[in-house]
């Protein structure tokens, strides 16, 4: 028997159960992995709440980890016990132990340790796709990134940064202000007392910004929108402050022929080549220096609840990690 948190019904973080379960052998095309560390997500809130649906409950709920392959099942190519690897987009993560397909695996390069793997694949491989492929940063840029004291925050910042471009970050707090700065941003806005968009104009000179990455959802749509120039693009990729509702396209037209996308990690890692780029590209920037995975917050994994319920009210900052 091993421990995993899990739910029997959608609603508020106690609703989270620390229970035994039965984990089993690896069957054909699977791997048994013993968790090290595993990764604290935004994702996991919506998933605990209902917003995503994540299908029939009980389900042990976390979408990141990192650890070692304790066994191979038949069929298993590429990959051997003791292994040290890390997924992401995985539902089943808060847990001791796991089975699972290899298709979301990757090993963890030497440079990298567990803790960091964690704590960087999702957020790592979210700023991935988002500075290269929603919308490809380039030098000289003037970007636009919500919440960027948190953990996708910061990890944008920093590769923003060392792509070349200026960075402005929208912040709850002088705190985080100040982690932003730390992170690579040029300028902080406190999107709580402050107008971001005439701020964003201030800065600009006018112009707007080609991009806001927006993780706040409902809040600061409108901020976004107003932020940006001409044909600029609005990527809402999160639902930190609840998901955006009644959205007008014409909104899109009246800001100035604007695009919106939502994306999310599963499009941008849906194959094996894909995962493996948009990894690697992440473990490079890691190991290089140029991006610093920053681990503000630790957790015994039989202690999840409370960790819901500090990144629900904003106290949390940079990435987060459960200890099984």
Sequence with gaps: ??????????????????????????????????????????????????????????????MEGAGIIEEVGASVDGFVAGDRVAYAMELG?????????????????????????????????TAQYLLKSSYPVQAGDTILIMAAAGGVGQILSQWAKYLGAKVIGCVGSEAKAELAKDAGCDHTI????????????????????????????QATVQAS??????AGFFISFGNASGPITDFNPGMLAMNGSLYMQRPTLATFTRNRELLNAVAGDLFDAVVSGAVSININQTYPLAETVQAHKDMESRSTTGSTILIP
């Design 190 to 217: 406190l999107y709580n007392t402050e107008d971001v968009a005439q701020r964003v104009h201030d800065i600009t000179g006018g112009a707007g910004v080609p991009v806001s990455y927006d993780s706040i959802g």
């Design 1 to 62: 028997m091993t421990k995993a948190i899990r739910i029997h019904e959608y609603g508020d973080a106690d609703n989270m159960k620390w229970e035994n379960v039965n984990v089993g052998a690896p069957g054909e095309g699977e791997v048994r992995v013993k968790h090290t560390a595993i990764g604290l997500n935004f994702i996991d809130i919506y998933q605990r709440t209902g917003l995503y649906d994540i299908g029939a409950l009980p389900a042990t709920l976390g």
């Design 93 to 125: 993560a808060y847990s001791e132990a796991r089975l699972m397909t290899t298709d979301r695996l990757v090993k963890i390069p030497a440079g990298i340790d567990d803790h960091t793997a964690a704590a960087m694949m999702l957020q790592g491989m």
């Design 225 to 230: 929108l107003d932020s940006l120039m001409p």
